[in-house]
């Protein structure tokens, strides 16, 4: 019997895809290096920023101390707009991720998240009207660990007071986040619905794993 569903954020419940970006290439382009050239420190903070050593203004002031380009009105205006682009994600929700939640929440499961963020993320996603829906939610900027480890998973189900054979895992694939799933025990189903909108790089599909054409169709696994 299915318990819990726990779920993955971006790209699962929200994405950028309908918003617009403000990634690396758009921050080195407002600093005025070129992309390489910022990302010499930014892609080396990656893990850092996502278990919480590391916030984003600093890593902003990292990146322009190291090319002797830093200004207090620069950086003002590069967190701005970093985080008005991860509030603009979340400002529509999908009518059918809502749906399905609520229809989730009408049927006594319970539901978590597991996201792998950044400092600039978590008031954003905690201030969003999804944040609600969560009995659970482990952000892995709070935790100190990210997917894939098996920490963040154990915790969550720990949290819901839940075994993994008791569990749903759902997310678009990222991060190997369904294989670890799998491994830790749950179901892992992949969230296809917004896989057509990336225009970013080629969609991945896995196939040794079920998949969901649209947020309703989760609701066929609970029984």
Known sequence: MVKAVIFDMFETLVTHYRTGFYFGENIAKDMGLTNEKFREIWD???????????????????????????SEEKLKTIVEKRVSCKRKVFADPDKGVLEMLEA?????VKIALISNCFSEEVGVIKASTLFPYFDVAMLSYEQGVKKPDLEIYRRAMQALGVDASECLYVGDGGSHELDA????????????????????????????????????DLLSYIK
């Open 44 to 70: 080396t903070t990656d893990d850092d920023r996502t278990i919480g050593k590391l916030t984003f203004e600093d890593t902003m002031i990292n990146i322009m101390n190291a090319n002797g380009i830093f």
């Open 104 to 108: 989730l929440k009408a049927a006594g």
């Open 181 to 216: 799933a799998f491994e830790v025990g749950m179901k892992p189903l992949q969230a296809k619905w917004f896989l057509k909108e990336n225009n970013r790089s080629n969609p991945k599909v896995y196939d040794l794993f079920e998949g969901l054409e649209k947020p309703q």
